[in-house]
């Protein structure tokens, strides 16, 4: 969906390097998460806020955190690279008022040497 | 704690035949139940999505599910797949009393042949 951007789309890095992953929206929504996708076991959430000053941890927070600077803004970031941190990331956001659908980008692919 | 069971990892079926992918939730409140899809190298879009009143719900592309309560079960169904359709299926479900939080399984892969 055009309405959720994320930069880069590839990226490759190598072990221990810090890394930021950024995602944008223009659909006006409070809500943004952030989740992993891995072979065979689905999306994985990462870390959700449902605004700018609510920043919440999901499943798998350890070795992550985010980065809140605008409603239309959520970054993430990896402290730390490690090579099972090699995935595809993806953004996401979500309107109340929608029932909660959430909307996704195009995801960035991460390659952690 | 809550999970979404996706029966099926991989599914592969001629063009014209019949599709239903299983769906099944461990949460016994209200939910609310989608089925988005992920086409080879692009994000997940949404099929379909439930909320209350009638059980069956119809989304695009010919798709479309039915909410069991009382199985816990919100399945996936298409009477004639097409070759476009192959793609990854995810089920996900969202807790009535939760704010914003999907639960997703863990995806079926469909390979329709031609």
């Known amino acids: 969906d055009a309405d959720v951007t994320q930069t880069p789309r590839n990226r490759i890095t190598k072990t221990g390097k810090r890394i930021m992953l950024e995602c944008s929206q223009t659909?006006?929504?409070?809500?943004m998460y952030w989740y992993r996708q891995d072979p065979g076991l689905g999306l994985r959430l990462i870390y959700y806020?449902?605004?700018?000053?609510?920043?919440n941890k999901g499943e798998i927070s350890d070795g992550y955190s985010v980065s809140r600077q605008a409603q239309a803004k959520f970054s993430l970031s990896l402290e730390s690279a490690i090579p099972n941190q090699t995935a595809l990331y993806f953004c996401?956001?979500?309107?109340?008022?929608?029932?909660?659908?959430?909307?996704f980008g195009p995801g960035t692919r991460l390659l952690v040497l | 704690a809550q999970s979404v069971s996706q029966h099926n990892h991989h599914v592969i079926l001629s063009e014209a035949a019949s599709l239903e992918l299983g769906c099944n939730y461990s949460?016994?409140?209200?939910?609310?139940l989608f089925w988005y899809v992920q086409y080879p190298g692009q994000h997940l879009q949404l099929l379909l999505k439930y909320f209350s009143g009638d059980p069956l719900v119809k989304g695009i592309k010919g798709f479309e599910a039915e909410f069991i309560k009382s199985k816990f079960s919100f399945n996936l169904r298409k009477p004639s797949v097409q070759w476009s359709d192959t793609a990854e299926y995810f089920c996900?479900?969202?807790?009535?009393?939760?704010?914003?939080?999907?639960?997703f399984g863990r995806g079926t892969q469909l390979t329709v042949w031609p």
């Open positions: 659909k006006g929504h409070d809500r």
């Open positions: 996900a479900v969202k807790k009535g009393s939760t704010l914003g939080r999907l639960y």
């Open positions: 949460y016994g409140g209200t939910v609310n």
């Open positions: 806020s449902f605004d700018v000053k609510d920043i």
């Open positions: 996401a956001t979500s309107d109340p008022g929608l029932h909660e659908t959430q909307y």
